[in-house]
Antibody, heavy 118, light 107 residues
Framework: QVQLQESGAGLVKPSGTLSLTCTVSGGSISSNKWWGWVRQSPGKGLEWIGEMYPSRSSNYNPSLESRVTISEDMSKNQFSLKLTSVTAADTAVYYC???????????WGQGILVTVAS | DIQLTQSPSSLSASVGDRVTIACRASQSISSYLCWYQKKPGKAPRLLVYFASSLQSGVPSRFSGSGSGTDFTLTISNLQPEDFATYYCQQSYTTAWTFGQGTTLEIK
């Protein structure tokens, strides 16, 4: 079955760039699906970061849009998240996820904690 | 942005109880509303999509209803594994948003 796994640096310095990769196994990211990212800051709720359809389109949270990019690497069956100019407020568990019919997330990675600190 | 307001923010219930969680949208979102269950240290789990469609593998004691601006998630015959935080999420606009969450605790 399809599985998602996040990877990337767990510690990022303030003003630096957060970079995460989601590796999809058991299926292809080019399988007519949208893929996205969600985060949860400590003690807070879920926050939608954005989504992308490989080689076609992407949408982002307006509050993050100036700093975020979601892209794909079809050759590696991966998609990635880049968030620039990070601050402590970007400390969170980041989840990658697959969309169901472009209306909800039906499959999630286990999540990865990213801490922004010097 | 479309704001989603959940009520209550927390509630206590006992095994076997029936509980209802509400989610109100700041404008009409048709039926583009889903519900997730979130436990500490675990990824969210999709329960209901398109307001009332039960995701595959989710027990039938979970049900969703509503359209427009008002939605509810009902859990009948609460089981020990149901104590968690529940979130609603809208996908009516290209900028998706989540509710602030409702924590369901054991009484």
């Amino acid at each position: 079955q399809v599985q998602l796994q996040e990877s990337g640096a767990g510690l990022v310095k303030p003003s630096g760039t957060l970079s995460l990769t989601c590796t999809v196994s058991g299926g292809s990211i080019s399988s007519n699906k949208w893929w996205g990212w969600v985060r949860q800051s400590p003690g807070k709720g879920l926050e939608w970061i954005g989504e992308m359809y490989p080689s076609r389109s992407s949408n982002y949270n307006p509050s993050l849009e100036s700093r975020v990019t979601i892209s794909e690497d079809m050759s590696k069956n991966q998609f990635s998240l880049k968030l620039t100019s990070v601050t402590a407020a970007d400390t969170a568990v980041y989840y990658c996820a697959r969309e169901l019919d472009h209306i909800s997330f039906d499959l999630w990675g286990q999540g990865i904690l990213v801490t922004v600190a010097s | 942005d479309i704001q989603l307001t959940q009520s209550p923010s927390s509630l206590s219930a006992s095994v076997g109880d029936r509980v209802t969680i509400a989610c109100r949208a700041s404008q009409s979102i048709s039926s583009y509303l889903c519900w997730y269950q979130k436990k500490p240290g675990k990824a969210p789990r999709l329960l209901v999509y398109f307001a009332s469609s039960l995701q595959s593998g989710v027990p039938s004691r979970f049900s969703g209803s509503g359209s427009g601006t008002d939605f509810t998630l009902t859990i009948s015959n609460l089981q020990p594994e149901d104590f968690a935080t529940y979130y609603c999420q809208q996908s009516y606009t290209t900028a998706w948003t989540f509710g602030q969450g409702t924590t369901l605790e054991i009484k």
